[in-house]
C-alpha cells in the first residue's frame, strides 16, 4: 500500500483556488495587452525621404501616435483600469471590464486602420485585441471571481470555544487565533488577564 493511499483524501493537500487563478490570469492579460499596445503605438510606423529643392534629403517618420492620437491613452486607460481591478469589488470589476474591453477595441481600431503601414499596426491590434477579450471576460467572470477582502475574513463563527486555561490561550496565540474573539469565554479571558 503507498503512503497517499495510507493517508485518505482527508490528508490530501487542498486544490488551488481556481477562481483566484482565472483572476489572475485575466487580469495579466489584460496588463499585458495594454502595455504591448502602448509599445505599439509609441514606435515609428511609416518612414520616408524627400528631397527638396536643393538636393538635400530628409528623412521623415511618423509614429502610431502620429498616425492614430488615440492609441496610446486608450491602451494606458485600458491598462490602468485592469490595475483598478485589484482593489475593488465585483461590481467595480465588471464596468471597469466594460472600460478595459472598450479601450482594447478603440486601440485594435487604430492598428486595423494602418495595417499598412508596418509591423507595429498589426502588433497594436492584437494587443488591443487582447485587451478588449480580457475586459470582456472581466465583464461576465467578475462575479465569481474572490475579492480583495477575503483574505482578511475569519474562520466559521461556529468554531470550537478555546479552552478556558490560559496555557490554551498562548496556544492559541501562537497558532494565529485571536484570544479577544468571541469563540473564548468570558472565564477564559478573565484567566488570561490574571
Not at 79 to 98: C, E, I, Q, S
Not at 122 to 145: H, I
Request: glycine content about 12%; some cysteine; aromatic content about 4%.
Amino acid at each position: 500500500m503507498t503512503a497517499a493511499a495510507e493517508h485518505g483524501p482527508a490528508d490530501a493537500p487542498p486544490a488551488p483556488d481556481r477562481r483566484g487563478a482565472e483572476r489572475t490570469r485575466v487580469l495579466l492579460a489584460g496588463v499585458a495587452g495594454a502595455g504591448l499596445a502602448a509599445l505599439a503605438a509609441s514606435r515609428e510606423w511609416t518612414a520616408a525621404t524627400a528631397t527638396g529643392p536643393t538636393g538635400l534629403t530628409s528623412a521623415a517618420g511618423q509614429t502610431g501616435t502620429d498616425l492614430a492620437a488615440w492609441a496610446v491613452p486608450c491602451a494606458l486607460a485600458g491598462g490602468a483600469a485592469f490595475l483598478a481591478m485589484l482593489a475593488t469589488g465585483p461590481r467595480a470589476r465588471r464596468a471597469l471590464g466594460v472600460v478595459a474591453a472598450l479601450a482594447g477595441l478603440a486601440a485594435a481600431l487604430a492598428g486595423a486602420l494602418h495595417l499598412d503601414a508596418g509591423a507595429w499596426p498589426w502588433t497594436l491590434a492584437a494587443a488591443g485585441l487582447v485587451l478588449a477579450a480580457a475586459g470582456a471576460a472581466t465583464t461576465v467572470r467578475a462575479g465569481r471571481w474572490p475579492s480583495s477582502a477575503d483574505r482578511y475574513d475569519n474562520g466559521p463563527a461556529d468554531a470550537d470555544a478555546i479552552a478556558e486555561d490560559p496555557v490554551s490561550l498562548w496556544n492559541a496565540l501562537d497558532s494565529g487565533q485571536d484570544p479577544s474573539s468571541p469563540n473564548i469565554t468570558a472565564s477564559a479571558q478573565e484567566k488570561g488577564r490574571s
